[in-house]
């Protein structure tokens, strides 16, 4: 030991007293904050960020500094949930310029009447396989997904079949608005064809701003930030029961409510039309990718 701290140039009796030492009042108190920091960061599923955790704590009566909380968590290897990196996906049509009317213009708040105002977006969601396709179809008045559809390919197709099962399960009644972006799938042809047979008017926001469909793009984001993006998808199909399992299970943040067959089997039973049942349940198993 002698010959060791003479090569680390301390001295022996220094090193005696650093092995009997005991610990410190403040390192017994970050232990003990960051067991609770822990079990706080347990409870979120791992979601939360320093800034959630602090509020957190001060909620329980723990006094401590948000500074305090985010060295302790950054020494633990505690990382809370953000935001990925932007990346484009969208691009306009160009032909769509001539048609783009914005009939919904950022009102988003609840109306009077259900199934009257619809919204919707496409996004692209990662697997080793390659790259998955969710289309959502939104009802602005009660903040419900009516309609999905899951794909690997985002061709005017998928945009499509969600907006059918929209039809499917709700019924809504001639002139119902769907909104969305300017994306190629919304201005296709096809999906206008389709709009028009069912009585749909179509409603576009605006070049480069993403505010006018905020309902269906933060619910997205928050898909992405909540599930998708907290481990690796190996399959389409494990991603698909994944977002079914998710969306059927719990109700997500700022009011989003759950697509499920529960959920719908109480809408269409409320409404006093059982003799639908067995069709919505029929439907809703057509969409399980193939295995």
């Not at 010959?3 to 232990?31: G, H, I, M, T």
């Not at 039809?167 to 972006?181: C, E, K, L, Q």
Request: glycine content about 8%.
């Amino acid at each position: 030991m002698k010959r060791c701290c003479e090569l680390l140039e301390v001295s022996r009796a220094a090193f005696y007293q650093r092995l009997d030492e005991k610990p410190s009042r403040r390192q017994v108190s970050n232990a003990e904050l960051l067991r609770q920091i822990i079990a706080i960061f347990e409870e979120s599923d791992g979601t939360y960020g320093s800034p959630r955790v602090h509020r957190e704590l001060r909620d329980r009566g723990i006094c401590c500094g948000k500074r305090r909380v985010a060295r302790l968590m950054r020494q633990a290897g505690l990382e809370g949930r953000c935001k990925r990196r932007w990346r484009k996906t969208t691009i306009q049509d160009p032909e769509a310029e001539s048609k783009a009317i914005d009939l919904i213009r950022r009102e988003f708040g609840p109306g009077v009447e259900l199934d009257t105002r619809y919204c919707g977006d496409i996004t692209y969601l990662w697997t080793f396989e390659g790259s998955a396709y969710l289309a959502t179809v939104i009802d602005l008045d009660s903040r419900r997904v009516v309609g999905w559809a899951f794909g690997d390919h985002m061709h005017a197709e998928l945009v499509g079949d969600a907006l059918k099962m929209a039809f499917a399960t709700r019924r809504p009644g001639r002139g119902v608005i769907f909104h969305s972006d300017r994306g190629c799938q919304n201005t296709s042809k096809d999906f206008g064809e389709l709009a028009d047979n069912n009585g749909v008017r179509l409603s576009l926001g605006r070049k480069g701003e993403c505010w006018d469909n905020a309902v269906a793009e933060s619910f997205l984001a928050t898909l992405k930030r909540e599930l998708v993006d907290r481990r690796s998808w190996p399959t389409r199909a494990g991603l698909y029961r994944a977002v079914f399992q998710c969306t059927e299970r719990s109700d997500w943040c700022y009011g989003w409510l759950r697509v499920s067959r529960g959920r719908v089997m109480w809408v269409v039973t409320a409404s006093g039309n059982d003799a639908r049942l067995p069709t919505i349940k029929a439907f809703l198993r057509s969409f399980r990718p193939a295995p």
